[in-house]
């Protein structure tokens, strides 16, 4: 008789199973929010912010809200448990979360809060970071059910590049990969993960490093303030929802960083620390102006230019517009010749003419001089620098 071979039936290959949805079949579920159009129940956020504007002091005041189930700027919010990862300045958030209760939230110290504070182990690969922080969600997840019979709701982790030993804040393909895992630890969790993060030099740069830290974000709150040099003093202090993937973005609010007595230090002097109250004025910081981009107009035709314009340069009566002090190209030539022989002896003269063309192109693109045609091999030019 002859063998018959039986085979397992062919599964069928994801690339060949396609499963198609029609819209409008049901209603859309509403947005899940931890703070109401604003943060979203679950993933990751960013508490991004300039240096000294008060990031943590806004992370504190968030937490607490939480905690106590009070309005985040006028907003609903989920209540629950926080868990703070404590990997950069720890001992600072518990002066701060004191002083919060004491002067702002007014709960009458009525003992223990579900607001835990864990400090990341040193030395460990991001990989073991992200199995440590999931065993922390864990962790604190069943000290709120357990003691306070409430869930966790956030995690913050202060800050990014101190928690997971980022060496370069510029690779993106890093920066997309933690990102993608800090989302998964926190919808797996249940919680919301909100590293806090630095900004560029410019408040308009957003998130310093890499773009994928923002792209990766559901939603990035800036905190925004303007720092004397000197002083060292921040004012004009603000908060602004800067991407959200499911609401509006835009101002929040004004804030003030207030002082506040805990106690007196074994000297008898008092020992202070800081909570912040959001202003009814929305009055925005005004951002730092950004920097000029490095001008690319070789430094030899800016040394031409000037010295043409010093030696030849005459009035000139814009047709329909003002005087301006103006000089024959030629002159400028001249001069940018005469430098680029005595930097560039092996250069031919084609080679120098056309130099000076991409000089003068240049210098045009980028705002620095105008001109008028006098004629097919002459014109006056002219500057237009601030």
């Known amino acids: 008789m002859a063998k018959i071979a039986i085979f397992a039936a062919p599964q069928p290959s994801p690339i060949n199973t396609v499963s198609l949805r029609a819209i409008g079949g049901t209603s859309p579920e509403?947005?899940?929010?931890?703070?109401?159009?604003?943060?979203?129940?679950?993933?990751v956020a960013l508490l991004s912010?300039?240096?000294?504007?008060?990031?943590?002091?806004?992370?504190?005041?968030?937490?607490?809200?939480?905690?106590?189930d009070r309005e985040f700027l006028g907003r609903r919010v989920r209540s629950g448990g926080v868990l703070w990862i404590a990997a950069e300045g720890g001992g600072e958030i518990d002066s701060r979360v004191e002083a919060a209760r004491e002067g702002k939230f007014q709960d009458g110290h009525a003992?223990?809060?579900?607001?835990?504070?864990?400090e990341p182990p040193a030395g460990l690969s991001q990989h073991n970071i992200i199995i440590w922080l999931e065993n922390a969600v864990a962790e604190a997840s069943w000290e709120c059910a357990d003691k306070f019979g409430t869930n966790l709701r956030l995690v913050v982790i202060d800050t990014l590049a101190a928690c997971f030993n980022i060496t370069d804040e510029n690779d993106n393909?890093?920066?997309?990969?933690?990102?993608?895992?800090?989302?998964?630890?926190?919808?797996?969790?249940?919680?919301?993960?909100?590293?806090?993060?630095?900004?560029?030099?410019?408040?308009?740069?957003?998130?310093?490093?890499?773009?994928?830290?923002?792209?990766?974000?559901?939603?990035?709150?800036?905190?925004l303030g303007v720092t004397d040099p000197l002083s060292g003093r921040t004012s004009k202090r603000s908060l602004a929802l800067t991407k959200s993937r499911r609401g509006g973005t835009g101002s929040l609010g004004s804030f003030e960083v207030r002082s506040h007595v805990l106690g007196l230090d074994e000297d008898g002097d008092p020992m202070t620390a800081g909570y912040i109250e959001?202003?009814?004025s929305r009055e925005e910081a005004a951002p730092q102006q950004p920097a000029k981009p490095k001008s690319k107009v070789p430094r030899d035709f800016t040394e031409a230019f000037d010295e043409a314009l010093s030696d030849h340069g005459k009035d000139y009566a814009i047709p329909n517009g003002p005087t301006v002090n103006a000089v024959h190209v030629t002159e400028v030539r001249n001069n940018?010749?005469?430098?680029?022989?005595?930097?560039?002896?092996?250069?031919?003269?084609?080679?120098?003419?056309?130099?000076?063309?991409?000089?003068l192109d240049t210098a045009r693109g980028e705002g620095m001089i105008s001109g008028v045609s006098l004629s097919r091999n002459n014109a006056l030019i002219w500057s237009i620098r601030e």
Request: net charge positive; glycine share 12%.
């Open 30 to 43: 509403p947005p899940q929010w931890l703070v109401k159009g604003i943060l979203p129940r679950t993933g």
């Open 49 to 68: 912010g300039q240096y000294a504007a008060g990031k943590t002091f806004v992370g504190a005041d968030l937490c607490l809200s939480l905690v106590f």
């Open 111 to 118: 003992g223990a809060i579900p607001f835990f504070v864990a």
């Open 173 to 223: 393909a890093e920066a997309a990969r933690l990102m993608k895992e800090l989302a998964r630890v926190g919808n797996a969790g249940g919680v919301l993960v909100m590293p806090i993060a630095h900004h560029g030099k410019n408040a308009e740069t957003g998130v310093r490093g890499a773009s994928a830290y923002g792209a990766g974000a559901d939603a990035i709150l800036s905190v």
């Open 278 to 280: 959001f202003l009814e």
């Open 336 to 359: 940018f010749m005469r430098r680029y022989i005595n930097g560039n002896p092996e250069k031919t003269d084609s080679a120098k003419y056309k130099a000076f063309e991409r000089a």
